[in-house]
């Protein structure tokens, strides 16, 4: 079975440009996460999508990042403009069914490492 | 709001040793609490998850308990190895209409051969 699978898996840019990440979820799972984990840190969920519809983004930066699920499958992650405290490694993560509160495991990807400069 | 702590921060121990990390969380209406490990530069990966129903879930050489109306979680690890090695990770999933996973910041493991 294919895992998650997310690129690039590096990025440096220089403050105030903008970038994206993508992430395929594993085959059939309805639920989608965007993780941000900052250096010494636990992951922050950015925003979860059942399907293609946001289930949960009260974390997400609203003026600068945004994300989306076309047809509830592939989904992007956007930061425009970038900041300096958004170096981080952001990961994706996908589980079968709603959220994990029947005991779905989640399943993670690499993740994506960004530098601002 | 849920908070996580795991304690120690960072833990060095010889191979063979067995070992305990410690994670406590505030709000004990959870659904379940996961452990998860992660290596350098990797994703997370899942180990263990206890239903909130559970006591304690057991996989190979790990041993994860829970006790919901305290607050804490152990994960117990025998006969520790190098490959065991890793940034451990505990999260707690918020009961509720909130499904939302908070995480520790993790315990950093070396296991010295």
């Avoid at chain 1, 010494?40 to 925003?47: A, D, R, S, Y």
């Avoid at chain 1, 974390?59 to 981080?88: H, N, Y």
Wanted: with cysteine.
């Amino acid at each position: 079975e294919a895992g998650v699978a997310q690129s690039p898996r590096y990025k440096i840019i220089e403050k105030r440009q903008s970038v994206a990440f993508w992430c395929n979820p594993i085959s059939g799972h309805a639920t989608l996460y965007w993780y941000q984990q900052i250096l010494g840190q636990g992951p922050k969920l950015l925003i979860q999508f059942q399907n293609n519809g946001v289930v949960d983004d009260s974390q997400l930066p609203k003026d600068r990042f945004s994300a989306e699920r076309l047809k509830g499958v592939d989904s992007t992650l956007k930061i425009q403009p970038a900041k300096l405290e958004d170096s981080a490694v952001y990961l994706c993560a996908s589980s079968q069914g709603q959220g994990g509160r029947h005991g779905e495991k989640l399943f993670f990807g690499s993740g994506t490492q960004l530098s601002v400069l | 709001k849920q908070e996580v702590t795991q304690i120690p921060a960072a833990l060095s121990v010889p191979e063979g040793e067995n070992l305990v990390l410690n994670c406590s969380f505030t709000d004990s209406a959870i659904y379940n609490l996961q452990w998860f490990r992660q290596d350098p530069g990797k994703g997370l990966t899942s180990l263990l998850l206890i239903q909130s129903s559970q006591r304690e879930q057991t996989s190979g050489r790990l041993n994860a308990s829970l006790d919901k109306s305290s607050g804490r979680s152990t994960l117990y690890i025998a006969a520790s190895q190098p490959g065991d090695s890793a940034t451990y990770l505990c999260a707690a999933l918020g009961g509720g209409s909130n499904y939302k996973l908070t995480f520790g910041k993790g315990t950093l493991l070396t296991v010295n051969p």
